[in-house]
């Protein structure tokens, strides 16, 4: 797939692919992805792959973690961007307006992100997730 010639930075990449994320929708995240692409979980739940490599392969393990997040109604991600030193290179914390059931609406610190950008493709998307609180999530 060609990059997407209406994005002209890295940080706008990065900027729609959170901006998408509420949508829960795997297909429109990995469209942002280089086809070879690496996906990392460094702090993956015991039985969870810690790196995924390739659209199809991350495609799959979203649509799985996100069907398990069913009962949670996400509002909006505030994406907090940074910019480094190496222009490939953005780090993102986020927080996320959710509704979970049982608790009502807050806005959650949900993730760290490490995401490496290049010729206009996501080629490294690095999870630094609080894996405890998502198997509790998925758990009900």
Do not use: K
Request: overall charge negative; glycine content about 8%; proline content about 7%.
């Amino acid at each position: 797939m060609a990059a997407d010639s209406s994005v002209r930075s890295p940080r706008e990449l990065v900027e729609r692919l959170f901006g998408e994320l509420p949508a829960r929708d795997p297909d429109a995240f990995v469209a942002l992805l280089a086809p070879d692409a690496g996906f990392e979980i460094p702090f993956a739940i015991p039985g969870h792959p810690s790196r995924l490599e390739g659209r199809e392969a991350i495609r799959e393990h979203l649509a799985q973690r996100w069907s398990g997040l069913s009962g949670i109604e996400v509002h909006a991600i505030h994406p907090q961007v940074y910019e480094t030193t190496d222009p490939e290179v953005l780090l993102v914390e986020n927080e996320v307006d959710m509704t979970i059931p049982g608790s009502g609406r807050a806005r959650r610190r949900t993730s760290v992100n490490v995401v490496r950008v290049r010729d206009g493709q996501v080629v490294l998307f690095r999870d630094y997730m609080d894996t405890a609180r998502f198997a509790r999530l998925a758990a009900g």
